[in-house]
Antibody
Framework: QGTLRESGPALVKSTQTLTLTCTFS??????????VSWIRQPPGEALEWLAR???????YYSTSLKTRLSISKDTSKNQVVLTLTDLEAVDTATYYC????????????WGQGTMVTVSS | SSDLTQDPAVSVALGQTVMITCQGD??????ASWYQQKTGQAPVVVMF???YRPSGIPDRISGSSSGDTAFLTITGAQAEDEADYYC???????????FGGGTKLAVL
């Protein structure tokens, strides 16, 4: 089986840009039907899907955050990078990356998550 | 609509059966997937597609759907089933995903 691991700063200041990296193993993002999404969860709140990048480099973004989000991949490094600009306190959350194989239609592997706190 | 609606909290007596519901327009087109999240842990998929259960998930957990509603049923709930449960599906555009607000399950 595979694994995913999120990395990035634990504390960032408001108005700054957050860059998170998802490093994965056990699968390839060049395999047809495979995509990786970013999902976040503010403390005590629900999961929120943010962005997705597919094997074909097709990218989808949350409607409410699309102007602030960017997702990219480096297939050779097995990494997916998410950037979120103009940070606010409400962006404080645990950020997860997860694999989504189209045949399953579900997020079948998740990273352990990385907690990001936005301070003023 | 892009929303999936879940009851915030449900309780079940040990060994009894509980059904968690998820309602939304996108479920008329797309199957829901269900995730179990225990405190301090990442979510784990427990049901997906029509009624598929990943290996390692106990068969007391099952899924179904009807119209715009998906159901997660736990038959003979155990203490270890106490967790938050989230449903998820593509939204009506098919290009984004949406999670329900989550249901906190208490096993009494």
């Amino acid at each position: 089986q595979g694994t995913l691991r999120e990395s990035g700063p634990a504390l960032v200041k408001s108005t700054q840009t957050l860059t998170l990296t998802c490093t994965f193993s056990g699968f390839s993002l060049s395999t047809s039907g495979t995509s990786v999404s970013w999902i976040r969860q503010p403390p005590g709140e629900a999961l929120e899907w943010l962005a997705r990048i597919g094997w074909d480099d097709e990218k989808y973004y949350s409607t409410s955050l699309k102007t602030r989000l960017s997702i990219s991949k480096d297939t050779s490094k097995n990494q997916v990078v998410l950037t979120l600009t103009d940070l606010e306190a409400v962006d404080t959350a645990t950020y997860y990356c997860a694999r989504f194989p189209e045949p399953l239609g579900a997020f079948d592997m998740w990273g352990q998550g990385t907690m990001v706190t936005v301070s003023s | 609509s892009s929303d999936l609606t879940q009851d915030p909290a449900v309780s079940v007596a040990l060994g009894q059966t509980v059904m968690i519901t998820c309602q939304g327009d996108s479920l008329k087109t797309y199957y829901a997937s269900w995730y179990q999240q225990k405190t301090g842990q990442a979510p784990v998929v427990v049901m997906f597609g029509k009624d598929y259960r990943p290996s390692g998930i106990p068969d007391r957990i099952s899924g179904s759907s009807s119209g715009d509603t998906a159901f997660l049923t736990i038959t003979g709930a155990q203490a270890e089933d106490e967790a938050d449960y989230y449903c998820c599906s593509r939204d009506t555009s098919g290009k984004r995903w949406v999670f329900g607000g989550g249901t906190k399950l208490a096993v009494l």
